[in-house]
């Protein structure tokens, strides 16, 4: 019958096939940027270095190299390559200095060990730690030496992640970091469960190496695929504000056309940055504004105010609403064919006399402002049916 940890066999190629997620959707990031490299250029090494010792993989490649011995071996070389090149690239993605001769060499010198302790062992058929120590196999000191240089590697890797937390370090990369070394110092837990295991030869403690390794790929890959999920939020929050200023975007510019800074076309459209589209509809917005405000009598703005006062609306939401009544009113008065004439009031900043208007607030801020705007206006079109005509 399997025990409850037996059943958590999936964790690990879950986790795996997580990394090589990763690895691929920050790919294009790698490419376009220099600095993103050695940190993705890592996670491709430590998702090969895990898929090369599942049993798929292991069973491919012994039917390309003759012996399984000679697969297993070759797995734990490139599994030592692979721990120096994620340490020397951790540091370098962490502003530190790279010893790269002393840990290249260290690394070079405990293969030559490996290999040594392999050939100089009894004859084994496999490079695996025996149930018994009866069963013939590379000697205890074969895996002492890898699994200490593994330990060693991935215990300073977890601590460098964790420690990147200079002043000035953009949060992202940072949380990211830390995530990625959580998953490095899980797999220093997984170098020290073998190494239980190798003193004890318990049965306790096999079963436990997979989900570990599962659960170390996740940590990586979800650390390496922060900034992912950071950008899709960004997008989608872009394409919500886009899409709810598109009413008030669309009647103002009727009536305002001149404004826009280029003729609508849904082929150019689709080339231009969700961004820049949003950023060019805030623009085009506030500059219909301007024109707009020429068609609203002060006797008529000041009528606004004082009936936005009476309704005891948050104080957040009173510019709002007077900026869109107005503009309801002075879209009827165009429509109707009154004549503009000159406004001295401030009527496009996000107080009812603002002086620094849009200029004092992040684009974020106005886009925050126009989108209450856009939600007063939908109220006050929907009481006023000729606003949009």
């Given amino acids: 019958m399997l025990t409850w940890i037996d059943s958590l066999a999936w964790v690990e190629n879950a986790g795996i096939a997580a990394l090589w997620s990763a690895a691929l959707v920050r790919a294009p990031q790698a490419v376009r940027h220099r600095e993103q490299r050695p940190l993705w250029f890592a996670v491709v090494m430590i998702a ?6 599942l049993e798929p993989v292991t069973a491919v490649l012994a039917r390309l190299v ?11 070389l490139f599994s030592i390559v692979d721990a120096a090149a ?9 502003g530190r200095h790279r ?3 002393a840990l290249f060499g260290t690394a070079a010198a405990v293969m030559a060990a490996l290999v040594l302790l392999d050939v100089l062992g009894p004859a084994h058929a496999r490079n695996q730690i025996a149930p018994s120590r009866a069963t013939p196999s590379v000697p205890d000191a074969y895996w002492w030496v890898f699994f200490a240089f593994h330990l060693t590697a991935d215990t300073v890797c977890g601590i460098v992640c964790w420690s990147y937390g200079r002043h000035g370090t953009p949060r992202l990369l940072r949380y990211g970091l830390r995530l990625f070394g959580s998953g490095i110092l899980l797999a220093s837990v997984l170098w020290s469960l073998k190494l239980v295991y190798l003193s004890t030869r318990s049965p306790v403690f096999a079963p436990l190496f997979s989900p570990v390794t599962g659960v170390e790929a996740a940590c990586m890959a979800l650390g390496v695929a922060l900034p992912v999920f950071a950008r899709i939020r960004t997008h989608l929050q ?3 504000s886009y899409r709810g200023l598109e009413r008030l975007w669309h009647d103002l510019t009727t009536h305002t056309p001149d404004v826009v800074l280029r003729p609508a076309n849904r082929i150019g459209a689709v080339a231009v940055p969700l961004q820049l589209r949003l950023y060019r509809r805030v623009i085009e917005i506030r500059d219909a504004m301007i ?8 006797a008529t703005l000041e009528s606004i105010r004082r009936s936005v006062a009476g309704q005891s609306l948050p104080e957040h939401l009173v510019d709002a609403h007077i900026t869109a009544r107005w ?10 064919g009154q004549k503009p004439h000159a406004q001295t ?6 107080g009812e006399q603002g002086a620094d208007g849009a200029s004092a607030r992040s684009l974020a801020h106005e886009i925050d402002h126009l989108l209450l705007v856009a939600a007063a206006y939908s109220a006050a079109a929907a009481a006023s049916p000729r606003a949009g005509t």
């Fill in 327 to 336: 503009l309801t009113a002075a879209l009827r008065n165009k429509h109707d």
């Fill in 238 to 240: 872009y394409r919500r």
């Fill in 345 to 350: 009031a401030n009527l496009t900043g996000s």
């Fill in 66 to 76: 003759p012996g399984a011995h000679w697969v297993d071996l070759t797995t734990h």
């Fill in 99 to 101: 010893r790269t001769g």
């Fill in 48 to 53: 090969l270095a895990m898929s090369m010792h």
């Fill in 291 to 298: 024109v707009l405000r020429n068609y609203i009598p002060p």
């Fill in 86 to 94: 994620v340490l020397w690239f951790i540091h370098g993605a962490a």
